[in-house]
């Protein structure tokens, strides 16, 4: 592009497909102004995305996600997260390197997919956002189906960054529980079993479901599972129990 009253020009290097079904998929993007030699007029900034699918039964997807994280000077646009054919299993955390111009203070970001493959249907519980210039780091939480089955049948969401009270009040630790069940006749279980866990000051998590293998709780068997919840201090007691499904309940 050139300015005709004093001739000065500015390239824009792109080298992308616009395309759907290509690549990236991004049939628009935003591309920084540079010299002819590609050297950018404003800086680029790596994030760092780190994202957490949760642990209830079905909360992975085969969908395409996507990112657009919004700040003071701007947002990154559309981005499809390209990971591998094992991104976004239920239980994991998946990280991506984002490059684009510097937005500035971060407001807000937008999560979803595009609905497509047998199972679209997403838990998403939280991600993380580092700008790895600044070290600052900004946490959002999610916490909620993204799925056209779903209640209000919304595939992508909007979040605002935590801020450092929540994040506080919402800090989680990881637990290892270790299940054993009796080697007596009929001892396994079919159904879905779940816990909850009771510590200091009142404090419990939510219920937790256990999710194993499918021979999981059978006879005379022990179960490992590491499940993130609320940190609530010393435990004092749990619940534990099932939903009586299942021909073996």
Known sequence: IENPLNHKKWFFLCGKWFDKSIDDKQISRD???SN??????????LYTVKITTGAMRGSGTDSNVFINITGKNGDTGK??????????????IDIFGINAIDIGEILQLEIGHDGKGWFSGWYCEAI??????????YNFKCGRWLDEKSKDGLISTSLYPLDQNEILSSSTCTYKIIVET?????????A???????GEDDKETSKISL????????RGKNDIFMIEAENIGKLSK???????????S
Request: contains cysteine.
């Open 182 to 190: 009796g080697d007596v006749r009929c001892a396994g279980c079919s």
């Open 211 to 218: 999710i194993g293998e499918k021979d999981s709780f059978s």
């Open 128 to 137: 993380k956002i580092r700008n790895e210039t600044s070290g600052i780091e």
């Open 238 to 248: 749990i619940r534990i129990g099932h939903d009586n499904s299942g021909w073996g």
């Open 31 to 33: 591309i920084v102004a």
């Open 192 to 198: 879905n079993v779940f816990i909850i866990l009771f």
């Open 79 to 92: 981005l499809f997260l390209k990971g591998n054919q094992n991104s976004f299993e239920r239980n994991s």
């Open 36 to 45: 002819e030699d590609g050297k950018t007029c404003l800086p680029l900034i």
